[in-house]
């Protein structure tokens, strides 16, 4: 009774192939045999539904001693609730003689459709080259008991040479002859040096069928990732490992219909690992504009206010869309140049970003409020947003239209100042109607001094220290400005701090976990970028430990160094599974790292 109940939840199952391509191929156990060896040859009809094949027409296999066959038997596999089924014929041959022999192809009828498989070219040599027909199929199993070649994952990627900020598209591919039930991520490649973009996960995996050498796989696509290298040299993207579950048939029933075994059997883990990927990025060439912040695509740029008519103290909001192709997330706000009476405030930041097709397109707009103070006819200069074009291989600045505002006179009760006359402040009314006659009055006697000398002294030495600290300050800036260099160099613990303690704030709070380590990160490649001197182009762990070891830091800092930048980018990448205590101790480490190089290079 199981039985059957079993057989019709798979026939139910059936049902909902028809929609899915039937497809028919051939398929050997090897290409290069020995004229003792056996081979096995099958042929795999699927998706045919419960109808099946009709009519099998088998190709010219004079040049072959047929042992055994057909064989007949059928399989059903789900991968996260993606159903194929398939039906196969078996035959065991052995080559008569050496030399080289094509199997033709083979045709089958499917509801009044011929379909035919593909050629497959045999070379067929002297003597015997495996002591058993199976004995090339089984090397290579793993614990579970499923071959290395029957199960795999492939990492592949759109393009290894790239230039830092241009697009990659890393693909995870599943290619399977056995029964996958299911699958999870078991561990995550590191990314270190990009800066990454889920395209794809799906949970329900769409199988095609794929033959590689001779043998045909169904595949699917597990993950897909757009990457964008923050910066150059050759990088590796680490293996990833995903744990599956597969279902093996007993053997212990009829050995040529599989249909009719344990349709359960057993489930086994087995653990798959891809390849590493090693990518060459380019730096970005020279001659960068003023005001470049490392965007890499292709872009257009738009602005706009919501009022050119406004009042004096009523805020005005400027907003700045930059919409294209590239790393749209790593955009930096565009600066304004404001008139000097207005007030400006930090920009909300909305990314509007589609993952879809083989580039990441959108938008990142930037609302930016801002005050003006006084009245009168004001000019917003125009904005300027750089960015390097991969298409004409240079670098482009969009450039907007100035932003013309008629501010005008704030109502009385605004905050802000007003120029329309003197402010007035009103009587002050007391307890009486009649101030009374003081009787007594702080009088001066005539020939006295109204003023202390000390004071007055004091009052005419200020306008000279003032101008005085004034062109200590100008020479000051004139002076940072001349020694750039030295002035990153001085600067660099306080903006870090700054950034430790902007990551600081967001300890506590699950929500916060990818934004906490992106200011992580951001603290400690700003340190490292300010403390080198190094620009924005030619920053890269390479060039950061080229430096380091150049000033003699120990090895062991540049080793941990190492690894909170992996364990930032890591956790941008898989925002999951970490808790307070992960965030509090690499917000430990990146301030101990930063200050023992601080300590280290100071005293060299």
């Known amino acids: 009774m199981m039985k059957w109940m079993t057989l019709g939840f798979f026939l139910v199952r059936a049902l909902t192939l028809s929609a899915q391509d039937v497809t028919f191929e051939a398929s050997v156990d090897r290409t290069t045999i020995g004229t003792g060896d056996r081979l ?54 052995q080559p008569k003689d050496s030399g080289s022999f094509v199997i033709g192809p083979a045709t089958i009828d499917v509801d009044g459709t011929k379909y035919s498989s593909r050629p497959i070219t045999l070379q067929a040599v002297q003597g015997k080259l495996t002591s058993s027909p199976q004995a090339g199929a089984t090397g290579g199993r ?174 005005v909001t400027l907003t700045i869309t930059v919409s ?53 006819k004001k000019t917003i200069k125009p904005v300027r947003f750089s960015y390097y074009d991969l298409r004409k291989k240079k670098y482009e600045t969009l450039t907007s239209s100035p932003i013309q505002l008629d501010v005008q006179p704030g109502t009385s009760g605004g905050s802000g100042p007003s120029l329309s006359g003197p402010v007035r402040e009103g009587v002050q009314v007391l307890s009486q109607d009649i101030r009374f006659i003081r009787t007594q009055a702080d009088l001066v006697p005539v020939g006295s001094r109204f003023i202390n000398p000390i004071v007055l002294g004091i009052m005419a030495f200020l306008p000279a220290a003032g101008f005085a600290g004034l062109l200590l300050v100008v020479r000051r800036k004139s002076a940072e400005r001349r020694d750039r260099a030295g002035y990153r160099n001085r600067r660099a613990i306080g903006v870090a701090r700054q950034r ?5 704030q967001m300890l506590g709070n699950a929500d916060n976990y990818v934004p906490f380590f992106a200011e992580v990160a951001r603290a400690v490649w700003s340190y490292l970028g300010d403390k080198l001197a190094l620009d924005r182009a030619e920053m890269s762990i390479d060039a950061v430990v080229s430096r380091l070891s150049g000033r003699n830091v120990d090895e062991e800092i540049i080793t941990a160094l190492r690894e909170i930048l992996e364990i930032c980018e890591r956790a941008r990448f898989a925002p999951a599974g970490a808790g307070e205590s992960d965030m509090q101790r690499a917000f430990d480490e990146a301030g101990r790292i930063i200050v023992e190089i601080e300590q280290q290079l100071r005293g060299r």
């Open 142 to 315: 793993t614990p579970s008991g499923v071959s290395e070649e029957d199960l795999f994952l492939r990492a592949t990627v759109d393009r290894t040479k790239v230039v830092q900020g241009e697009q990659i598209n890393l693909t995870y591919t599943l290619y399977t002859r056995v029964a996958v039930q299911n699958y999870a991520p078991e561990k995550l490649p590191a990314l270190t040096g990009f800066w990454s973009e889920e395209v794809e996960a799906p949970k329900n995996v769409p199988l095609t069928t794929e033959t590689i050498n001779g043998k045909q796989y169904q595949v699917g696509v597990v993950r897909r990732v757009a990457l964008f290298p923050t910066q150059s040299g050759t990088l590796e993207i680490s293996p990833m490992e995903i744990k599956a579950i597969v279902r093996l048939q007993n053997k212990r029933l009829d050995p040529f219909d599989s249909f009719f075994r344990d349709p359960f059997g057993r489930s086994y883990e087995h653990v798959l690992k891809s390849g590493a990927v090693k990518i060459n990025v380019a730096p970005l060439p020279g001659g960068a504009p003023d005001g470049f912040k490392g965007a890499v695509g292709q872009f257009t740029m738009t602005t706009a206010v919501d009022n050119h008519t406004v009042r004096a103290n009523e805020p």
């Open 500 to 504: 430790l303690k902007k990551a600081r």
């Open 324 to 376: 294209g192709t590239g790393n749209i997330k790593l955009l930096e706000s565009p600066v304004l140049e404001l008139p000097t009476d207005f007030e400006q405030f930090s920009p909300k930041v909305i990314d509007r970003i589609s993952n879809r097709g083989e580039a990441v397109t959108g938008s990142k707009v930037f609302e930016y409020l801002v005050i003006p103070r006084y009245p009168g």
């Open 40 to 93: 096995q040859l099958t042929f795999i009809l699927s998706n045919a539904g419960m109808g099946g094949g009709k009519n099998l027409a088998l190709p010219d296999l004079s040049n072959f001693y047929v042992l055994s066959g057909p064989n007949q038997s059928s399989s059903m596999q789900i991968i996260n609730g993606s159903v194929s089924s398939s039906i196969s014929y078996g035959y065991v041959l």
